[in-house]
């Protein structure tokens, strides 16, 4: 399966992170010594399941690398527009193709096993969309400063994740009023509200409202299969959107190139003894 890295974003002068990036690309600030996009591009090439990867919003000059080829398509303007230029460029390269991975460039902490689960666990059945979302204690135990926005469901709290599974043919459709509507209700609970029903809606506020049914009453009004996967890795829902966000991905990331660098250190000879 080919992926799709979408790195389009740059924060305006108005926004949390714009003292980090001054202007430039969100993908592109330091974290831990790499671009935070590299880190994400470092998890697709250890990752089986991938073939090819896509970066939407950058450019081939940007010093990127990866052990998958890369295809670059230039920012489109709007994340519905860069999804649809990153589908079409994977059916360009596989016209065969069904589905693809879809990966924020945020979401540095990632790594090889997890991008092989998500795909893993999507691919066990044929439906149109698969989308990832965290429980709150899992998301807690691991960053315990994270600070997420949680929907509370009957049976669980959680967040959404940022690598998912989407059918190329919906994605690239000329109908672009679904993930339009989809992409515009993000941050507005009237246009979830609108978007999701207001009856479900009702019994999400009520505190009535299952997982599951909020999975069969959201797709059965958008007129698409699709499953809500429940996914045991909080680092696939740590998205870098403030800048304690930041932080917190940049001590955690050293970390790692620490742990790693320790164990490069000891020789075979050494671990013997």
Do not use: H
Not at 14 to 39: C, F, H, I, S
Not at 246 to 263: G, N, Q, V, W
């Amino acid at each position: 399966m080919d992926a799709i890295v979408t790195a389009g974003g740059v924060p305006l002068p108005e926004e949390p992170l714009y003292a980090a990036t001054q202007g430039d690309p969100k993908a592109l600030v330091d974290v831990a010594g790499k671009p935070m996009v590299q880190w994400v591009l470092d998890a697709l090439t250890e990752a089986k399941s991938v073939d090819n990867v896509i970066i939407v919003g950058l450019t081939d000059k940007s010093g990127l690398k990866c052990g998958k080829k890369m295809y670059f398509v230039s920012n489109q303007g709007k994340m519905v527009e860069n999804l649809q230029a990153g589908a079409e460029k994977a059916l360009e390269i596989n016209k065969m193709a069904e589905y693809v991975l879809i990966v924020s460039s945020d979401i540095p902490a990632i790594n090889g096993e997890m991008v092989d689960w998500v795909v893993k666990t999507a691919m066990e059945t044929k439906l149109d969309v698969y989308y990832n979302v965290i429980q709150r204690e899992v998301m807690e135990k691991r960053f315990p400063g994270s600070k997420r926005t949680w929907t509370r469901l009957k049976d669980m709290e959680i967040c959404g994740g940022d690598m998912n599974v989407g059918r190329l043919k919906l994605i690239v459709s000329d109908d672009t009023e679904l993930w339009e509507k989809i992409t515009d209700s993000r941050k507005s609970p009237l246009k979830q509200a609108a978007l999701i029903g207001f009856d479900t809606a009702f019994l999400l506020l009520t505190g009535k409202l299952t997982l599951q049914m909020a999975e069969t009453n959201i797709m059965t009004r958008l007129n698409i299969t699709g499953k809500a996967i429940v996914c045991p890795y909080a680092e696939v829902g740590m998205d870098v959107d403030k800048p304690y966000q930041l932080e917190i991905m940049r001590a955690d990331l050293m970390k790692r190139l620490k742990k790693a660098a320790k164990t490069a250190s000891v020789s075979p000879k050494k671990i013997k003894k």
